[in-house]
């Protein structure tokens, strides 16, 4: 689909319009999945609709963003409609600071890391189903925090490929840990559709706005380019996303863990979920250090 396709769809608008925007490359371009940002300042989900084999995913932008993870993610979009030029300016901006912003969204990456494995801990410590939630969202934030110090933009179908493709010395004994406890080496086709089904599930309980649709199309695709690794760690990306818009209400909730168990490939031995929370703190406290030291 051409720019004027797909703003004859998403029709009139007054705002800033841009494509592009966080998960957005070839990758996307092959799925057939058009992204775009409306910076309307609305905070409201993704709109997702379909025209033919195409996916057409809405965003919506604020020009007056101050979060560093979020600014980061719109340096390279492409400006279709900016009349005052004010996402112009935003953008000239955030080029002009990359360094700053990397580096704030590293330490908050790591922050939230440390928040989700204390988290854990704690929901060892009282049998609480939700453990291996936490710990699975603390080392995706700890892959997020290696990545934007490294200023690699976080892109859950690429991900695994960043982080084996990271060349500094002092990260890379961060990086094997990390990786061995994301789980990835039980990845197969069969568990992958189950993985598959469940996330797309959740993201219907949670999302409710299709965003299904585009899980199982990258998911696929991975899977028919036999990168079932790359795969199982993009489904645990979508699932941090989705779990996070529940995660201060877990206690209504306590039914979406049965969901939540094959979504994200949960064990549920307390000796190895300890093992996990305990290297994964200890990763997180000595990144912590470095970045002190920088």
């Known amino acids: 689909m051409n720019q004027d396709e797909i703003l004859k769809i998403i029709g009139p608008s007054k705002f800033p319009i841009a494509f592009g925007g966080s998960n957005s490359d070839n990758f996307d371009n092959d799925c057939e999945i058009h992204n775009l940002v409306i910076f309307d300042g609305k ?11 195409n996916i057409i995913k809405i965003s919506h932008g604020n020009l007056f963003e101050n979060k560093s993870e979020y600014l980061i993610q719109y340096e390279n979009l492409q400006i279709i409609q900016d009349e005052k030029w004010e996402l112009k300016m935003l953008i000239s901006k955030i080029q002009e600071k990359k360094n700053i912003l990397f580096s704030a969204s590293a330490k908050n990456a790591l922050v939230e890391s440390q928040l989700a494995l204390s988290k854990a801990k704690n ?4 049998d609480d189903l939700f453990a291996s939630c936490w710990i699975k969202c603390g080392v995706i934030s700890l892959i997020d925090s290696i990545l934007f110090q490294n200023q690699i933009l976080p892109n859950p179908a690429h991900a695994l490929s960043s982080m084996r493709n990271l060349k500094q010395k002092n990260i890379n004994n961060f990086t094997d840990k990390i990786i061995s406890e994301t789980g ?7 568990l992958l559709s189950r993985m598959l089904k469940s996330t797309c599930g959740f993201s219907d ?24 690794s790359d795969c ?10 989705n779990f996070y818009k ?3 209400t877990l206690n209504t909730n306590l039914d979406k863990i049965h969901v939540l168990k094959t979504a ?10 300890l093992s996990s929370v305990e290297s994964m703190s200890d990763v997180a406290n000595m990144l912590l250090a470095l970045n002190h030291q920088s």
Request: glycine fraction near 2%.
């Open 43 to 53: 905070d409201t989900s993704d709109e997702i609709t379909t025209h033919g084999t």
């Open 264 to 273: 994200f490939d949960l064990t549920n031995i307390s000796s190895e979920l």
């Open 184 to 190: 990835i080496e039980r990845a197969t086709t069969l």
């Open 205 to 228: 309980m949670v999302e409710k706005n299709q965003n299904s649709i585009i899980i199982a199309r990258k998911a696929n695709h991975l899977i028919q380019n036999s990168l079932l």
């Open 246 to 248: 529940i995660k201060n």
């Open 232 to 241: 199982y760690l993009y489904l645990n990306y979508q699932n941090k996303n």
């Open 123 to 126: 929901a060892l410590e009282h």
